[in-house]
């Protein structure tokens, strides 16, 4: 069901979606929520449209940070949960185990008995097999149908019991657009019947009237695509045109008992980052959107449905964009970059909270998985950085590493760890609480290579500066003074001419007409380069290209 481009380049479920299936004469809804918890707000709106839930567990990664965010979500709503053990067939599957685990995660986060029993399915999702009792005999071979999973749904998940015969009520969990019918309310019909015509209002969070209107269109899910109804009763999850002041979290009711639905209650964000209008010499070379005015507008838009965001002008004209992690905020830095905007950000930074007149910051638990050989340089690297660890055990062919520690901390940890682990290292996170603000963390990054003029970096300049440490550019990219082209191998930032050509004379010597030997330069994603920006520096980020740069860019500003 991930349509969006980046879920299928990622391999991340970002958007919640919904489709609907009929078995055996029963209509079941099913939603696909996000299991990230930068992704908390889609996963907090749409289970409430649920009455239960399938909790899809890895069979050789076992629970995961985000496996207890959802789970902690389901079992706060009292939403009854179905376990399936997805990918028995791998390699290092770890049934048993993974079973244990997942025992545990319950005894952490159930808030009743009942919620101690649940049922346990065991499936092989890429055929489309699912199973009641762990199957024996060859799993390379072995055949089936999701007919199990069904069965238990109906057995297990009662209906909706809320009453067809009451005023309608929907509350609105999520937005939709479209270039000929406008904007698409999507919900779950709480009580009464909604009908194609009928009068409605449109209620705000407190419970005032916003809007009056109609239901011009009513559609409900089949499989992938939308179909039209005429009414629809409640428990289904439908989408209405008509009512073009529609927000999150806001009610549509029926307009002879206009009674409003508790609103959705979503945790405050944890990350901060500002985002403006690009300043650097090459603005304009890529970028559609390119003014303070149309990146406002366009966040505008991004805040109907992005309900975990905020978004607050500063007083240096750019923009405060606060979320729930970083992934959360790369995710919309790279839309809006494929959407043709051109704009620069600054480093992230934590959002510190005042308790009782003291500052607070955010706290998160850290899971990193780790093969044996990198083992010691994890454990080295996290207590550096302050880290508690909570837990160490046995993981596949390495370790499962558990620790506590402020998101501060985590910042730019990400592209440390791969670089010492090879690119092996699976780290996941999830926000915990605020605790009172600890002691300041040491310098965890050496300095940079700053370009000293404008033009086009060339091989004679590169490997002087490749000598000097690890290159960001290669032959041939234009560069402009104070771009950052690479590391240090010292902890101060050095200027360096990455355009300098070779000087030609009549004089020959030996090895003067040695071939340039290049080293390839590191390509940094979006999320390193977040991971690596410093506090006197910004990330330039066009349509075409990512470029990191010194907030001066003349050394004699710098220096000032």
Not at 510 to 526: H, I
Not at 528 to 541: A, F, H, Q, R
């Amino acid at each position: 069901m991930d349509s969006n481009e980046l879920e299928r380049e990622r391999g991340i479920t970002i958007l919640a979606k919904n489709t609907a299936v009929e078995y055996k004469g029963t209509k079941i809804n099913i939603i696909d929520t996000p299991g990230h918890a930068d992704f908390g707000g889609e996963v907090e709106r749409t289970l409430h449209m649920a009455d239960g839930c399938l909790l899809i567990i890895d069979a050789q990664e076992g629970p995961m940070s985000q496996t207890r965010f959802v789970l902690q979500k389901a079992l706060g709503l009292g939403l009854k949960v179905i376990v399936v053990i997805n990918k028995i067939d791998k390699k290092f599957a770890r049934i048993k185990e993974v079973i244990e685990e997942t025992h545990t995660l319950f005894l952490d986060l159930a808030t009743k008995d009942d919620q101690l029993e649940f049922p346990t399915l065991y499936a092989i999702g890429r055929r489309g097999a699912a199973f009641l009792e762990m199957p024996t005999g060859d799993l390379e071979t072995i055949t089936g149908t999701v007919e199990p999973i069904f069965e238990t749904i109906l057995k297990e998940i009662h209906p909706p019991q809320n009453d067809p015969n009451g005023a309608f009520q929907m509350l609105v969990t999520a937005l939709d657009y479209d270039d000929y019918k406008g904007k698409y309310a999507i919900g779950r019909v709480h009580r009464g019947i909604a009908k194609q015509g009928m009068a409605v209002s449109l209620l705000s969070v407190d419970g005032t009237v916003k809007a009056r209107g109609k239901l011009d269109q009513i559609f409900t899910s089949k499989g992938l695509g939308r179909v039209e109804v005429s009414e629809a009763v409640a428990g289904d999850i439908i989408q209405v045109t008509g009512i073009a002041a529609a927000g999150i979290s806001e009610t549509i009711a029926d307009s002879s008992a206009p009674e409003a639905l508790p609103a959705i209650a979503i945790e405050e964000p944890t990350l901060k980052i500002a985002l403006g209008p690009n300043t650097s010499p090459f603005q304009g070379q890529d970028g559609q959107f390119l003014t303070g005015r149309q990146i406002e507008e366009r966040l505008n838009r991004e805040l109907e449905s992005n309900v975990s965001l905020r978004v607050t002008p500063s007083d240096k004209g750019d923009f405060i964009l606060s979320g729930r992690g970083e992934l959360h905020l790369s995710i919309l830095i790279e839309t809006l970059r494929r959407e043709g905007y051109e704009f620069q950000v600054g480093r992230p930074e934590v959002i510190i909270k005042m308790i009782d007149g003291k500052p607070h910051e955010p706290i998160e638990e850290v899971i990193a998985d780790v093969p044996e050989e990198y083992a010691g340089a994890i454990a080295t690297e996290f207590g550096k950085r302050k880290a508690i660890m909570k837990n160490v055990s046995p993981h596949v062919d390495g370790y499962r590493y558990t620790f506590e520690m402020p998101t501060r901390a985590l910042l730019g940890l990400r592209s440390v760890l791969m670089s010492k682990t090879r690119g092996t290292v699976v780290l996941n996170s999830m926000f915990l609480h605020f605790a009172p603000k600890g002691e300041e963390l040491p310098q965890s990054r050496n300095g940079v290579l700053v370009a000293h003029e404008t033009g086009t970096a060339v091989a004679y300049g590169l490997e002087i500066a490749q000598g000097r440490g690890m290159l960001f550019v290669g032959h041939g990219v234009p560069v402009y003074e104070g771009m950052i082209v690479g590391e240090n191998t010292r902890e101060e930032d050095l200027d360096i001419n990455v355009c300098k050509e070779k000087k030609l004379s009549n004089m020959r010597a030996s090895g003067t007409d040695a071939p340039v030997q290049l080293t390839p330069p590191r390509t940094l994603s979006l999320e390193e380069y977040l991971d690596y920006i410093g506090p006197d520096e910004l990330l330039e980020v066009t349509p075409k290209n990512l470029r990191l740069r010194k907030i001066f860019l003349k050394k004699s500003d710098r220096k000032r």
